[in-house]
């Protein structure tokens, strides 16, 4: 069983930044491949970025690349998500995934483990 913790979420202006962190409880943290999706009002859950159990592969929806950079420290069981450039249209509840396979995916139905999210506001 794996718990996942999500922190660093909050208020901030457009053009800010903001880093997420999640903390695991896994045993082997380094087996699973992790993600971060969000889910925004009225919308469905949408998958942010991911990244494999080495750190070595990560992927990011097109309307975050370059703005948003996904990061794991295996020694520490802790994920990261650094938003930089935050829009308003990155207003969501994110959350912290995680898979029973080396590799992460891009869709919902893939993760077996979900934290219970932490909330991004962003003002324009």
């Known amino acids: 069983q794996v718990q996942l913790v999500e922190s660093g979420g909050g208020l901030v202006q457009a053009g800010g930044s903001l880093r997420l962190s999640c903390d695991a409880s896994?045993?082997?943290?380094?087996?699973?491949?992790m993600g971060w999706f969000r889910q925004a009002p009225r919308k469905e859950r949408e998958f942010v970025a991911g990244?494999?159990?080495?750190?070595?592969?990560?992927s990011y929806t097109e309307s975050v690349k370059g703005r948003f950079t996904i990061s794991r420290d295996n020694a520490k069981n802790t994920l990261y998500l650094q938003m930089t450039s935050l829009k308003p249209e990155d207003t969501a509840v994110y959350y912290c995934?995680?898979?029973?396979?080396?590799?992460?995916?891009?869709?919902?139905?893939?993760?077996?483990?979900w934290g219970q999210g932490t909330q991004v506001i962003v003002s324009s």
């Open positions: 995934v995680a898979r029973s396979s080396r590799f992460y995916s891009t869709a919902v139905r893939d993760y077996d483990y």
């Open positions: 990244i494999n159990w080495s750190g070595s592969m990560t």
């Open positions: 896994a045993r082997a943290f380094g087996a699973y491949g």
